[in-house]
């Protein structure tokens, strides 16, 4: 089993929908909890960042983290076709020398 | 353009040959980090220094990949003898560490074994 589970999509919305991207682990020793997004032969970029259970916005974007459900999900209201992209979430312990990424979700927004 | 830099971009090998890649972290960082990705897969973890100290390293990584981390600045991924497998993007990223994990991830290095 891997240790992040993350649907690869690909997800297909019209613009101005909104998204929910979603991820499981199965280790409780994952403390912190970002999710990326990741265009075309790019590096990924950092959208958000958090830090055990509840929720973060941030403009459009929304993360939650459910510890005991070991589940997190990303929400983006009003969808752009500029948030076509792959969106990946990933893990760290407290100690931050690892971290593990999900496979995953490509997002296409149509105009 | 995130701050962290990689060369090549790309590079072209035959099978068995050695290759090595070059990351220059964000200056002031103390953490870098290498990764794997290869096509609809997310990155995966090879590698983590705190300075140049090698703290962490996958059991993925056989001894075939070496890396150093020279006075806590840049640092380079060696691949020797290369495989077929071995083709992924190699990604590097840096972080400040101690309060602040952000990393900021470098374009990376395609990497095609013939």
């Known amino acids: 089993q891997k240790e992040v589970e993350q649907d690869p999509g690909p997800l297909s919305v019209p613009e101005g929908a909104i998204v929910s991207l979603n991820c499981t682990y199965s280790n409780s020793a994952f403390q912190y909890f970002m999710w990326y997004r990741q265009y075309s032969r790019k590096g990924p970029e950092l959208l958000m960042y958090?830090?055990?259970?509840g929720n973060k916005e941030d403009g459009r974007f929304t993360a939650q983290v459910d510890k005991s459900s070991k589940y997190i999900s990303l929400f983006i209201r009003d969808s752009q076709p500029s948030d076509s992209a792959t969106y990946l979430c990933a893990m760290a312990g407290y100690n931050f020398n690892k971290f593990y990424f999900g496979s995953g979700t490509k997002l296409n927004v149509k105009p | 353009d995130t701050g962290v830099s990689q060369n090549p971009r790309h590079k072209i090998t035959k099978r068995g040959q050695n290759v090595t890649f070059r990351c220059d972290p964000i200056s002031e960082h103390n953490r870098l980090y290498w990764y794997r990705q290869t096509l609809g897969q997310g990155p995966e973890f090879l590698t983590y220094f705190q300075n140049e100290a090698q703290l962490e390293k996958s059991r993925l990584l056989s001894d075939r990949f070496s890396a150093e981390r020279p006075k806590g600045s840049f640092s380079t991924l060696e691949i020797q003898r290369t495989e077929q497998g071995d083709s992924a993007m190699y990604l590097c990223a840096s972080s400040l560490g101690l309060l602040n994990n952000e990393q900021f991830f470098g374009p990376g290095t395609r990497l095609t074994v013939l």
């Open positions: 958090t830090y055990s259970s």
